[in-house]
């Protein structure tokens, strides 16, 4: 399995015949360069999204129209697209486990919020989640936009992922002490990746704070386009 960071919250996810596109941000992303764009889609199968603001669900149908691609997520908000916008998606909810062809995607919970922009203020759109992505024989956790949680107890003793890419930014989300803190307490992870950082000043520049805490983890400070196997 290849992860590659398209920068902020967004991952190219290769394993198997698949290409998974995770929270795909691309136009106004300002550290995954527009001549990589093209190169950072190309030949994906499915487009996953984890909630509705812009940074990671903008791209979502103008790529899903371009590449003949379905979308997977969360019902309410796959539902408004496959009526509004004429597009494939596959919906399902918190529990729910789709198979993908070669990977096995289950929706959990994060503590966050959704909304799309509209002349009128923000929109709720369905919820935040994250997702446990099961393939080769690993188990994946991406996060999304989320707080530490106590669901994080059952998650990482139900599913066991050996995987994490945890939003650890701050100021949105965890930050790299909150992810730390959530890691060590909840999980056993083998790899860790931190994301939703390094794109604005506003959010956390470096994860040494997290590789400092976690000195048995191997925690891997993602480069933009840089293959990262699992």
């Known amino acids: 399995m290849k992860l590659i960071w398209l920068g902020h919250g967004s991952f ?38 984890t909630h509705a603001h812009f940074d990671h669900s903008a791209d979502a149908v103008r790529l899903s129209k371009e590449l003949g691609v379905p979308v997977v997520g969360q019902y309410d908000v796959m539902s408004h697209w496959a009526e509004k916008e004429g597009i494939e998606t596959i919906g399902f909810n918190k529990g729910g486990t789709v198979d993908l062809g070669g990977a096995r995607v289950s929706m959990v919970n994060a503590v966050h919020s959704s909304t799309f922009g509209s002349p009128e203020g923000p929109r709720a759109a369905g919820s935040e989640a994250g997702f446990m992505i099961m393939a080769e ?74 590789i400092d805490a976690l000195p048995g983890v ?5 480069q933009i386009m840089t293959a990262i196997e699992v």
């Open 218 to 222: 191997d925690v891997i400070e993602p």
């Open 137 to 210: 024989g690993k188990t994946l956790y991406a996060s999304g936009d989320t707080d530490i949680m106590a669901d994080m107890e059952w998650m990482g003793d139900y599913y066991k992922p050996d995987v994490g890419i945890l939003s650890a930014g701050g100021h949105f989300t965890m930050d790299m002490k909150g992810a730390a803190y959530a890691a060590k307490r909840y999980f056993n992870f083998k790899t860790l990746i931190p994301a939703h950082y390094k794109t604005f000043p506003i959010l956390e520049q470096s994860a040494q704070e997290l």
């Open 12 to 49: 190219r996810i290769e394993t198997g015949n698949l290409v998974l596109l995770l929270d795909p941000w691309l136009t106004g992303n300002p550290v995954l360069p527009e001549d990589r764009h093209a190169e950072a889609i190309e030949g994906a199968t499915q487009i996953l999204v």
